[in-house]
């Protein structure tokens, strides 16, 4: 229920942080800052970010999930970890995510804690952000390297067998509410884990 509600919030997050005219202050390399505005992004994502039905996901009072909060009762350095991005990273001998899919494709990708992030595979349908970094390095979107520095420094407690992706940018969120991310809380919970990092792209 936690990841369902998790994932069901990022969706609406990103989208509404998308929709508003909010900056987003990034430094750059001259010591200056620049401000990304939703003016910067491609007329066809202003459009679509206008029209989208934004109330039809918002959550609602009688909707437990929406109101799903589970307080961490364990240090963190006692923790099991685990890694959920939007990025749609796959292993190389996993189905690639469906980039033609005009809803998104809300299936998911179990991303086993061995891997080395540079094997995976980016198959994401949104330009509307740069996917050079991830491209150069897999751990801004899935930091499994960050996590085995973590877990050396004695910072958390264990690393999750299993981690996960979807593909951002999914515009029809129901079969993902419903069936993907709660098979995926499913999975979390029988690897008995604590904590989950979102890395939302």
């Known amino acids: 229920m936690l990841i369902a509600s998790i994932c069901y919030t990022l969706f609406i997050v990103t989208r509404v942080l998308a929709y508003s005219d909010i900056r987003i202050a990034c430094p750059n ?61 796959s292993l190389p001998d996993q189905p690639p995510f469906d980039v033609t899919n005009k809803n998104g494709d809300p299936s998911f990708r179990e991303i086993p804690a061995a891997i080395s992030p540079s094997l995976l595979e980016m198959n994401q349908r949104s330009w509307s952000f740069d996917h050079t970094g991830i491209l150069r390095d897999r751990n801004l979107a899935l ?36 069936e993907t991310a709660p098979e995926v809380a499913r999975r979390l919970k029988a690897d008995a884990v604590d904590v989950v990092l979102l890395t939302p792209v």
């Open 29 to 89: 390399e001259g010591g200056g800052t620049v401000l990304a505005q939703l003016k910067d992004i491609a007329l066809a994502e202003r459009l679509f970010l206008k029209r989208y039905p934004f109330k039809k996901f918002a959550p609602r009072p009688d909707d437990p999930s929406a109101a799903a909060v589970t307080p961490l009762r364990t240090a963190l350095k006692d923790c099991r970890v685990a890694l959920v991005t939007t990025a749609g990273l």
């Open 143 to 178: 930091p499994l390297d960050r996590l085995r520095e973590m877990r050396q420094r004695g910072e958390i407690g264990a690393i999750a067998p299993h981690h996960y992706s979807f593909m951002g940018s999914i515009v029809s969120p129901s079969k993902l509410i419903k």
